[in-house]
């Protein structure tokens, strides 16, 4: 790292001045020359007015690592995090991070850039360097700095199916920070509540969910905010049941389509279609118009994963019109354990298997709808928290199935 002189120098030739220029009266180019080059310490009086001279804070100068040092390693981070040259970002952070880096924004930006970086390439010693840098902005009141790096670690936590964890922590530091009395910024509100939201579904703590859900909702119409509406709107629907009022529920579909109109999305746009089938089939029980609604949310789509939710609910339609063959057709037969969804998607495309499952019994194929009621009872119980509704259909399921065999 650079010595005090080698600093003043620099801060010095970045600023275009010459030795004259900083040593002005109160010092000898000579003098100045021997301390740029650390043959000579300079006194206090004479370090603050090189401080003052080139606008710097004092401490700055006489950092083991100075801000400016640190802003540079920023810069250089940032750009490598975000080409996911994670090993470099670590190789360029670890030296500093072990040293004592003055207590400034930078520093707690770096720390968390570290923590960052751990948690992208699966270090578990992530989370210690995300509170780290928690506790440097706490100690600059910078409080909504350090909020933002609790939800971080709430959606990581999230992402890894560590619910509980996840909603103790967000609980816990919500009671703190409140405790605080400091003004709560605008997307960190929406943040910390979507986060919540979706954590008290995945933990089954639905009404609490759905009301919290309705609240923000209304929020966020009120201030004419986007953030993630089309996933609130979606889950406002798809948690629905036959005796919730479906004007209500439809009032949220039509949302959700003019959301995609603005935003001139085909992922949005399918969604509403799949939204609208969902809402054709569960409350309205007219099956064969919400498949030509689902067909239609199809062809906005060129992701071959989320088909598996439109195919799921079209076979569920073809089941429940006893047209098995058809729904056998449809229905997507995975092989493989899903990734990177939560639980409550998870359910239902996995719910798929128990309608294969019925659909085979259906047709006298026995051995065959064992298998799926097998299958899909061993991934229900492997899930943290499965949608309730689906696994009670699950074990049904199996239940009949082992049953008639």
């Not at 798809?238 to 039509?254: C, K, L, Q, W």
């Amino acid at each position: 790292m650079e010595s005090l002189g080698s600093r003043i120098r620099a801060l010095r030739k970045q600023q275009g001045k010459t030795l004259a220029d900083l040593a002005g009266e109160r010092l000898t180019k000579g003098m100045l020359s021997l301390i740029e080059n650390d043959k000579a310490q300079p006194s206090m009086e004479s370090l603050h007015y090189i401080a003052e001279t080139l606008g710097v804070e004092k401490s700055e100068l006489l950092e083991e690592v100075s801000i400016r040092q640190l802003r540079e390693l920023l810069d250089i981070g940032r750009q490598a995090y975000d080409e996911e040259k994670y090993e470099l970002v670590e190789e360029l952070l670890q030296p500093i991070i072990r040293q004592n880096m003055p207590l400034a924004y930078e520093s707690a930006q770096l720390i968390e850039l570290y923590g960052l970086t751990l948690y992208s390439q699966k270090n578990s010693e992530w989370e210690r360097y995300m509170i780290e840098a928690e506790d440097r902005f706490l100690q600059m009141n910078q409080f909504n700095e350090g909020f933002r790096l609790v939800l971080e670690r709430v959606s990581f936590h999230t992402a890894h199916y560590q619910f509980d964890e996840a909603i103790k922590l967000l609980e816990a530091k919500k009671q703190f920070y409140q405790s605080q009395r400091f003004e709560l910024e605008l997307m960190n509100e929406l943040r910390s509540n979507y986060l919540e939201i979706g954590l008290l579904f995945l933990t089954e703590n639905i009404q609490a969910g759905k009301e919290l859900l309705q609240k923000t909702i209304a929020y966020s119409t009120e201030k004419q905010l986007f953030y993630k509406m089309d996933e609130y709107y979606r889950v406002a629907v798809m948690f629905s049941t036959p005796t919730d009022n479906r004007t209500d529920i439809m009032y949220y579909v039509e949302k959700h389509g003019q959301l995609a109109q603005l935003l001139d999305s085909n992922q949005l746009h399918a969604l509403t279609h799949l939204l609208r089938g969902f809402v054709m089939s569960q409350f309205d029980r007219d099956y064969e118009l919400a498949i030509k609604e689902l067909e239609t949310g199809i062809t906005y789509l060129n992701e071959s994963y989320s088909l598996n939710f439109f195919h799921t609910e079209i076979g569920a339609c073809y089941y429940k019109l006893e047209r098995y063959e058809q729904a056998l057709e449809v229905l997507p037969d995975l092989e493989f354990v899903l990734g990177g969804f939560h639980g409550l998607d998870i359910s239902h495309i996995y719910a798929a298997d128990a309608y294969i499952a019925r659909s085979h019994l259906a047709l006298n194929h026995l051995e065959k709808a064992k298998f799926h009621a097998i299958r899909v009872k061993e991934r229900f119980d492997a899930l943290q928290y499965p949608e309730k509704t689906m696994k009670a259909f699950v074990l049904e399921t199996y239940s009949l199935i082992c049953k008639e065999s």
